[in-house]
T-cell receptor
Framework: GAGVSQTPSNKVTEKGKYVELRCDPI?????LYWYRQSLGQGPEFLIY????????DSGLPNDRFFAVRPEGSVSTLKIQRTERGDSAVYLC???????????FGPGTRLTVT | AQRVTQPEKLLSVFKGAPVELKCNYS??????LFWYVQYSRQRLQLLLR??SRESIKGFTADLNKGETSFHLKKPFAQEEDSAMYYC?????????????FGTGTRLLVSP
């Protein structure tokens, strides 16, 4: 079956602009995670959804970052007033349960110029 | 604080040589440890988890609570093992819902 998909694969934006990154999890997976991976680093947790609700958003770096999952499937990560420091690969993962294996998407590479 | 340390950024070995990728963790409770792998131009995927006690693609990893380590080992490296390897920790304590990753080790296996 289809794995986790993320769009766009690459996004270049100017400092100060707003961006939306989309994640389509594996069908039926109730748990969804967003991570950010900066160059030379491992993935860093941002937010975890169980169903429609954000069960843990402690990894969001500041209030410019927001994520939604209105119908418990697709999720959108939204970044306002982008800064050059936001440049990274944003990874999405889903699992059938929070205790189960996480399946990762290919990531969206965000570049803020 | 929860932390995963992978001291080597790059590990370069010849085909057929033994491999050990080091991982140490810091966690006050009872952790669950994982190794994830990312092959060139592929997505991050689970290699193995300590509770399964499996050998995957010839790799094994044993959780040593005394040394707070979860090193990944393979007796004879193959060229196709070349990839980026990440050690990750999942806390079992209530409220700790996230995977914490190390910075990764790039394994390069030369012919």
């Amino acid at each position: 079956g289809a794995g986790v998909s993320q769009t766009p694969s690459n996004k270049v934006t100017e400092k100060g602009k707003y961006v939306e990154l989309r994640c389509d999890p594996i069908s039926g997976h109730t748990a969804l995670y967003w991570y950010r991976q900066s160059l030379g680093q491992g993935p860093e947790f941002l937010i975890y959804f169980q169903g429609t609700g954000a069960a843990d958003d402690s990894g969001l770096p500041n209030d410019r970052f927001f994520a939604v999952r209105p119908e418990g499937s697709v999720s959108t990560l939204k970044i306002q007033r982008t800064e050059r420091g936001d440049s990274a690969v944003y990874l999405c993962a889903s699992s059938s349960d929070q205790r189960r294996e996480q399946y990762f998407g290919p990531g969206t590479r965000l570049t803020v110029t | 604080a929860q932390r995963v340390t992978q001291p080597e950024k790059l590990l370069s070995v010849f085909k057929g040589a033994p491999v050990e990728l080091k991982c140490n963790y810091s966690y006050s409770g009872s952790p669950e440890l994982f190794w994830y792998v990312q092959y060139s131009r592929q997505r991050l995927q689970l290699l193995l988890r300590h509770i399964s006690r499996e050998s995957i693609k010839g790799f094994t990893a044993d959780l040593n609570k005394g040394e707070t380590s979860f090193h990944l080992k393979k007796p004879f490296a193959q060229e196709e093992d070349s990839a980026m390897y990440y050690c990750a920790l999942w806390g079992r304590n209530t409220g700790f819902q996230k995977l914490v990753f190390g910075t990764g080790t790039r394994l390069l296996v030369s012919p």
